[in-house]
């Protein structure tokens, strides 16, 4: 044989060896059509293959060989990280900030404004342009009714009532003051941290960061008001503790796969009580310590998490709203618990991840109530964002009666953290030719719309043989 076909026959053989276990990944994880093209990518390069053992053909897959080694040098051209990024959430600051006030959140006006309150008339005095549509939205209940897309599938949807059970009970205890007696604890900085984050990986959290509270990032005023404490509403937010222990937890690949049915809602619920157990138990900690601890989940918010989790280093947000994280992708869930201990935080970090939502848009793409947005980034209270539409996102979860998750579920950096994906991930962060191709590569691969996928059986909301449904 020939030095070319020799060359092209070892070339082809690393490249069907790579597509097989492209083959096996995209079996596994359900995704039919990457299968059908990881088949036909085979086939093909078995059929080149054999054009270098003919003489007047022999330069056709030579030349496919150099192209393709030579695109893949060019990947490994390190690009310079995303400045933005680097610098957090401040990276995205474009003139004045105004902060965001909790009462404008779609979730706090479908819940915490009964019609003839005082906090009712005060906040419709203030918007009056909102008042017609939320009321519509209010007579559909909060979620519609739970479950309603399984025709109320009771195992999940059990699943979901007993973990959203677990919050309001540690709820009570998200404030935690320093121990009577208790000294503070006299540890270094560096000690203090290197203690906390292994406390809460140990406890339960699948990623862990460190952040300083930015004051512009907090809440102007609550609008929550659990326990009946209807004083809360309107306070100004203020006087939180200086750090923030920032915790991940993952939703699992295959719960989320099923979006938008119960299996998501019952995963999200599970995580809820998670991160709630979490973030307070790491408050009491705090307290034990002689040191103020808040608790940060949802029976007790003062500040949205997705910036607080990009300045501890933990991500950074995608097009849908997400926070996008380097092992998970979209499936996580964020809690925290602020702190005055004195902690080293976590330098932001750059995935590539603005520079790959720019031209993959496959969330936008498969949100059924269209409500991410295919455009550019804006300018909201001060901060470069994508500007989702929060009503029709709600409305949506009401019809349903689930939190959908499909943007979550079809984010390409959702995908498990195998090999082939981990390469893939460092690929988009490092070069700047995979963000700017790898999302049409993706899309071709694997489409651009979704479709709900098989769970396990116990989690099954229908009969996977029949299709019928399970009761």
């Known amino acids: 044989m020939s030095p070319v076909t020799v060359f092209v026959l070892i070339i082809s053989v690393l490249l069907l060896a790579a597509t097989l276990y492209f083959v096996f990944e995209s079996f596994r994880e359900q995704e039919k059509r990457a299968v059908r093209n990881g088949l036909g990518a085979a086939l093909l390069i078995l059929c080149l293959s054999v054009l270098a053992f003919i003489p007047v053909l022999w330069f056709i897959p030579a030349a496919l060989c150099l192209v393709l080694i030579g695109f893949s040098a060019l990947l490994f051209i390190p690009a310079a990280p995303d400045e933005k990024a680097l610098k957090g959430s401040r990276g995205y600051q474009k003139g004045d900030v105004t902060r965001f006030d909790e009462r404008d959140s779609v979730f706090v006006r479908y819940r915490y404004l009964p019609e003839g309150s005082e906090q009712y008339t005060t906040y419709y005095q203030m918007h009056p342009d909102r008042e017609s549509a939320d009321a519509q939205r209010r007579k559909k209940g909060f979620i519609g009714t739970p479950g309603s897309i399984d025709r109320e599938y009771l195992p999940n949807v059990a699943m979901m009532h007993a973990a959203f059970s677990i919050p309001p009970f540690l709820g009570l205890h998200a404030h935690a003051s320093p121990q009577d007696g208790v000294t503070p604890a006299r540890l270094t900085p560096e000690k203090a941290t290197r203690i906390v984050k292994h406390l809460a990986l140990h406890i339960g959290a699948d990623m862990v960061g460190i952040a300083k509270v930015d004051p512009d990032l907090v809440y102007s005023h609550r609008g929550e008001t659990h326990y009946e404490r209807f004083d809360d509403w309107g306070k100004p937010i203020s006087d939180l503790p200086k750090y923030a222990v920032v915790m991940l937890t993952e939703m699992k690949h295959g719960h989320v796969i099923s979006a938008p049915h119960t299996p998501t809602v019952a995963e999200s619920a599970h995580l809820y009580a998670r991160g709630a157990y979490l973030s307070t138990l790491m408050a009491q900690w705090f307290s034990h310590m002689g040191y103020r601890g808040v608790a940060e989940h949802t029976r007790n918010y003062d500040l949205p998490l997705p910036p ?164």
């Open 308 to 471: 607080l989790a990009v300045d501890a280093g933990l991500g950074e947000v995608g097009r849908q709203g997400y926070l996008i994280a380097p092992k998970f992708g979209a499936r996580v869930r964020i809690f925290a618990t602020l702190t005055d201990m004195p902690l080293i935080p976590d330098a932001p970090i750059s995935m590539g991840v603005e520079a790959f939502c720019m031209a993959c848009k496959k969330c936008a793409d498969s949100c059924p109530s269209k409500s991410i947005p295919w455009d550019e980034k804006v300018v909201y209270n001060g901060f470069e964002k994508w500007k989702l539409d929060e009503a029709s996102c709600f409305d949506y979860w009401s019809r349903v009666g689930t939190d959908c998750s499909i943007c979550m579920a079809i984010c390409p950096f959702s995908r498990p953290d195998t090999l082939l994906h981990r390469a893939v991930r460092v690929l988009v962060a490092k070069s700047r030719l995979a963000q700017r191709t790898f999302p049409y590569v993706d899309n071709f691969l694997y489409g651009k719309q979704w479709r709900p996928k098989t769970v396990a059986p116990w989690l099954s909301y229908r009969n996977q043989h029949d299709d019928t449904e399970v009761y």
